[in-house]
């Protein structure tokens, strides 16, 4: 049976003139239209292909990936208001419908909104709501502090910046321990700082330990955050480079990469230092 609003892996069963199909299990053949058919591709090939409902109720399937499939969060662009709601741009021929009753403020053509991709169990019809507090925090908390986790940006509050963790829990990183420009939408990786006995979860940007880095070392750092986590500066830039980046001498800067990359909190390449993840 296959996933609809997912990427599935299907079997090439016959070519017609107007597309192939492919095995779809239970749900019979699915038409994949020629227009998303790749050259080369033949029967009995499986191929990865994106599932959803056309307007007459038919499983189609397209080469096409959309920018957030079911059970996912994006930030997209109404392009469409019509009397069934809003249509947003999520990277498929066919838009995808925010109904007015899904719709937390009434959404207005050429604005981004965070939504929630989901299906409806009752059509079968993928379509998105920007009610997206409901579908956030409603499983236990199985983090450990300094896990890796993977961050949609959600808003910004008085405190930092509200963000979404694993497609599960809001999060915060507060905003003094924000150095880089952090845009509505944005992908991102962080880590579980702390977990809160009011069950919120404070997240940081960086690893555990940057914050208590000293000296010449914790101002690189801080400088790399600021710039996004890489400064074309290096052991082999000229003295005249570091002083004006870093207002400290050559033989200083060289001292203090060394170190942060031996504490493998640093990559160096032949054009820069990278803070690692």
Do not use: C
Request: proline share 3%.
């Amino acid at each position: 049976m296959v996933e609809i609003g997912k990427i599935n892996t299907l079997k090439v069963v016959k070519e017609v003139d107007f597309g192939l199909y492919l095995d779809g299990g239970e749900d019979g053949e699915i038409l994949l239209p020629k227009r998303y058919v790749e050259e080369g591709t033949e029967v009995d090939h499986f191929i990865d292909v994106f599932i959803y409902v056309d307007s007459e109720d038919r499983l189609i399937a397209t080469t096409e990936e959309p920018l957030a499939e079911v059970d996912q969060f994006a930030y997209l662009k109404a392009v469409q208001l019509t009397k069934v709601g809003a249509f947003l741009d999520w990277g498929l021929m066919k838009d995808l419908l925010v109904p007015f009753n899904e719709q937390r403020e009434e959404m207005r053509e050429g604005q981004y909104y965070l939504v929630y991709v989901y299906l409806d169990e009752e059509t079968d019809r993928i379509v998105a709501s920007s009610k997206v507090n409901r579908y956030l925090n409603n499983v236990p908390v199985d983090y450990e502090e300094g896990q890796e986790v993977d961050l949609i940006v959600m808003n910004k509050t008085d405190l930092g910046v509200n963000v979404i963790i694993n497609n599960l829990h809001t999060g915060l990183i507060y905003e003094n321990e924000i150095f880089q420009v952090l845009q509505p939408g944005e992908h991102l990786k962080g880590f579980i700082k702390k977990l809160r006995e009011d069950d919120k979860i404070d997240v940081a940007l960086q690893p555990s330990g940057y914050e208590h880095i000293t000296g010449v070392a914790g101002d690189i750092l801080r400088k790399l955050q600021k710039a996004g986590g890489y400064i074309e500066a290096h052991d082999k830039s000229s003295p005249e480079t570091i002083k004006h980046m870093f207002g400290i001498s050559k033989k200083v800067f060289k001292k203090a990469i060394g170190a942060l990359y031996k504490d493998r909190l640093i990559s160096i390449d032949e054009k820069g230092i990278r803070l690692k993840n």
